[in-house]
């Protein structure tokens, strides 16, 4: 069985500040790991993924992730926080048969002025 | 290109009728999953299917919920009867094999059951 853990349903940061949203993750089998981002009455959209290869993963809106795999973690980093960043953010593993996806928890991220 | 499709937007009806949602997936994804989110829940999968044909449904909460996939291009999830605490964000989503591939979603269904 998979599961996800975010660590903090809510992190607060300032504009500007480091963003730092976690993810620790369990799995049987090699993982594919995905960042999903949702904004106010919108679907989830895809931040970042890592399949294989380079453990270091570059998204969109400038968020990147590092897959640790002695760590089994995934967390999402951002060097400085816009207004615009403001949202929720969903990790989620796969490896299993048949494209199904487990998410984590959730975390709201909000940026302060 | 066209991302997912769902429709209604949003849809408030009484406690009893029959809901209907729909879903267009994005043309030639051969994944099709229904989640649903509330607050106290967070997202959950319902059921999904590949190429038109349901493979797990062990996440519909009750007999009440049905999914069918008539082809490649439709899928519909029909609460009956409905019930206020089925009151959600309904989320469609598709994806291409194989599992590396991600998921895209919908913009999702708010329903609301007075």
């Known amino acids: 069985a998979q599961s996800v853990t975010q660590l903090g349903s809510h992190v607060s940061v300032s504009e500007g500040a480091l963003v730092l949203l976690r993810c620790n993750y369990s799995?049987?089998?090699?993982?594919?790991l995905f960042w999903y981002v949702q904004y106010p009455n919108q679907g989830l959209q895809l931040l970042l993924k890592?399949?294989?290869?380079?453990?270091l993963v570059k998204g969109i809106n400038g968020f990147e992730a590092e897959f640790k795999k002695s760590e089994t973690s995934f967390h999402l980093t951002k060097p400085s926080a816009h207004m615009s960043d403001a949202a929720e953010y969903f990790c989620?593993?796969?490896?299993?048969?048949?494209?199904?996806?487990?998410f984590g928890g959730g975390t709201r991220l909000m940026v302060k002025p | 290109d066209a991302g997912v499709i769902q429709s209604p937007r949003h849809e408030v009806t009484e406690m009893g009728q029959e809901v209907t949602l729909r879903c267009k997936p994005i043309?030639?994804?051969?994944?099709l999953f229904w989640y649903r989110q509330t607050m106290m829940r967070g997202l959950e999968l319902l059921i999904y299917?590949?190429?038109?044909?349901?493979?797990?449904d062990s996440g519909m909460p009750e007999d009440r919920f049905s999914a069918k996939m008539p082809n490649a291009s439709f899928s519909t999830l029909k609460i009956q009867p409905s019930e206020p605490r089925d009151s959600a964000v309904y989320f469609c989503?598709?994806?291409?094999?194989?599992?590396?591939?991600?998921?895209?979603f919908g913009d999702g269904t708010r329903l609301s059951i007075l």
């Open positions: 890592y399949t294989t290869g380079a453990t």
């Open positions: 299917f590949n190429n038109n044909v349901p493979i797990d």
């Open positions: 799995s049987s089998v090699p993982p594919y």
């Open positions: 989620a593993v796969s490896g299993n048969a048949g494209n199904m996806l487990t």
């Open positions: 043309s030639g994804h051969d994944y």
């Open positions: 989503a598709s994806s291409l094999t194989p599992l590396s591939q991600p998921q895209h």
